[in-house]
DNA sequence: CGCATTTGACCGGCGC
DNA sequence: GCGCCGGTCAAATGCG
């Protein structure tokens, strides 16, 4: 149960564009502690664990990068409206703003039962930069200052043609440490930095992105 | 010169 | 019905 559709196959797909694959890595850990429930057929949950595997490559970078809070998930409305809130207390505690948020979701997905496959996740990430990249290709399209917050909110849309993936960016008003990362929709296509398979390495224990292209007879 | 970003205007939904 | 608020559009601007 490592994956589903849109966001967390996102993290998993991160390659090191910028040089930062690892820390993604350890976001990934976070994800299945998140309670995802999983619709995931892809062929990348077997790196998932790999990359979850590798803390020791975190840890070194953690004071830049570090995933702390995932506030909610959206995912395909299934009839079970089962209580898998996935909001730890400390992100309640820590982020009304998000619980506002929540919210609303909540109401949304109960109430457009038709609406198809809107799904959104949303953390907070301890980070200096807010422009945090992720292997897609973003556009700017819109900037807007909210009510509850003094820091600006910024829209990005995914720049691939077809792709019609947003995602909302934004400081968090009780800690500007943070930022807030709302992601919104499924990636109809690869990121064109996709990690497709990894080796370790016997020494360090570490893993290192092998190819950024299929291997010959990997998948299925 | 082409492209991404910026930024104010515009629009639709929601609450009062 | 009106005003507020969040989200998007699009023209202008800046940058590579």
Redesign the pocket.
């Known amino acids: 149960m490592a994956a589903v559709g849109a966001a967390p196959l996102l993290y998993q797909q991160q390659a090191q564009a910028v040089g930062d694959g690892c820390y993604f890595s350890s976001m990934s850990s976070h994800f299945s502690h998140g309670g995802i429930s999983s619709t995931s057929s892809s062929p990348a949950s077997s790196f998932s664990a790999a990359l979850s595997a590798t803390p020791a490559i975190a840890a070194d970078h953690e004071a830049q990068f570090d995933i702390s809070e995932y506030l909610f998930e959206e995912g395909a409305f299934s009839a079970s409206l089962t209580p898998v809130v996935p909001v730890p207390a400390v992100a309640a505690a820590g982020a009304s703003s998000a619980t506002a948020v929540t919210a609303r979701s909540a109401a949304e997905s109960a109430a457009a039962a038709e609406r198809p496959r809107t799904e959104r996740i949303a953390f907070r990430t301890r980070s200096e930069i807010e422009i945090l990249d992720d292997g897609y290709?973003?556009?700017?399209?819109?900037?807007?200052s909210?009510?509850?917050s003094p820091n600006p909110?910024?829209?990005y849309r995914c720049?691939t043609e077809g792709c019609n993936v947003?995602k909302?960016v934004e400081r968090d008003r009780d800690d500007p440490a943070y930022v807030v990362t709302t992601y919104e929709g499924t990636h109809s296509h690869v990121s064109p930095s996709t990690v497709y398979y990894a080796s370790q390495d016997a020494a360090s224990g570490r893993f290192f992105v092998a190819g950024t292209h299929p291997p010959p007879g990997s998948l299925n």
């Open positions: 290709k973003w556009r700017k399209y819109g900037k807007k909210v009510k509850n909110r910024n829209y720049s947003k909302r």
